[in-house]
């Protein structure tokens, strides 16, 4: 069966525990690490798509926009400039979450979120105070660096904490986070666009202080993982912390496990030159093609810009805000349903749907743009048939938002072994900011070049990526990471790359002592 290997996990490795008031908490503050990421998103499309901020630091785009109403509307916001606003904090972050991965390791994550969230709060006050565009620029490079810090420590923290039973569901809290924070962001563009002076994107930009002084302060109060602490140098500590997150003085297994664990990534001198062994070449593909389908989605076309892009085809002001707004929350209570299905439907089942739901809804807008619109971006659309696309819309985000949304950081962080486990991450965080750099940088150009056309062009990637998922994305639901080895040696193609030797199936004992069980 293609891509279905079925891994028998019945009385796989369980270590003793709860989830912990304590566990629950230090989670949701740590994912709020997400909620910046998100506002981020949210805001600068709005902040965009407002007039006096395009008047006072793109006067040509603005000019433009006024005098251009009855021309091609596909061209109308197109600027270099105005990309670079959005794009230049993905940049920042891609370099930065390099950075970040190693103060995450030599200080401890902890840290690495403090230094993110204090980067970040600078970077909100010099974009809420911004007299020009180099201000505006530079706050938002500061926002970025934040953001690879941020999206490189988060991730590996919740991991660390979660008991491993819930290790999904925890770390589709970040995802969670991103989306409430997209929201928040266009609730308050929604808002402050109303403002009459002109100075409502000023508290758009600077709002952004809200969330990361909640992660600067919330990360003073965070205790260090268990596992930074034994890398560290402190057992007794770590010893200590795990009694506490798992509510058990029943903790020796998982401790000496712990300690096995990072006495051998610390025999791993290179993961860099380690990742690009031929054994790991299945977990290498997807740490670099999950993230760069995920953008390929073109999701951010519509988080970024869909103030913009309503407003392209012929939506007033606020019907266009409003839109986002809707979007946002249909994005918020989509991803709720993967939260509560993805161990149960697991990943393929969400991959594939997603896929084919976003497909389709991308062919008929694009399709009801081209009616309306044609090739030369002149045209008028009524209230009913807007209503008609923005259902379209909202029925694509929504499959996005319970597939390759929370799935593409998912999916990453639970294939790799330990030993490869810090440099996979980066690869996934970074492939993600380029590509997401990259669509906020050229999105403005296609839409003005491909018109309605850009739809199909995306659609045409989902249907490469969900023909890739179905073929060689093995499912992973319920199969513990120690073991996520055998199902890559079960798979009808990756089995190629690795040899009898390379599955160690005796490290894998379970904890009533028999050996795993083989594949299917
Ligand atoms: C993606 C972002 C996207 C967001 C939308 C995240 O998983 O990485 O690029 O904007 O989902 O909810």
Redesign the pocket.
Known sequence: MAGGAIVNTGGGKEYPGKLTLFVFLTCVVAATGGLIF?YD?GISGGVTSMDSFLEKFFPEVYRKEKKDTSTNQYCKFDSQLLTTFTSSLYLAALIASFLASAVTRMFGRKWSMFGGGLVFLVGAALNGAARNILMLILGRILLGIGVGFANQSVPVYLSEMAPAQLRGMLNIGF?LM??VG?LAANLINYGTAKIKGGWGWRISLALAAVPAGIITLGALFLPDTPNSLIERGHPQEAKEMLRRIRGTDDIHEEYNDLVAASEESKLVKHPWANIIQRKYRPQLTMAILIPFF??LTG??VI?FYAPVLFKTIGFGDNASLMSAVITGLV?VFSTLVSVFTVDKLGRRKLFLQGGFQMILCQIIVGTLIAIKLGTNGEGHISKTYAAFMVFFICAYVAG??WSW??L??LVPSEIFPLEIRSAGQSINVSV?MLF?FIIAQAFLAMLCHMKFGLFYFFAGWVVIMTTFIALFLPETKNVPIEEMILVWKAHWFWSKFISDDDVHVGNVEMSNGSKSKSVV
């Open positions: 998100g998103i995802q991103i989306t997209i995920q953008q999701i951010n988080m994005n996005f938002a949304g929370p593409g950081w993600n997401t």
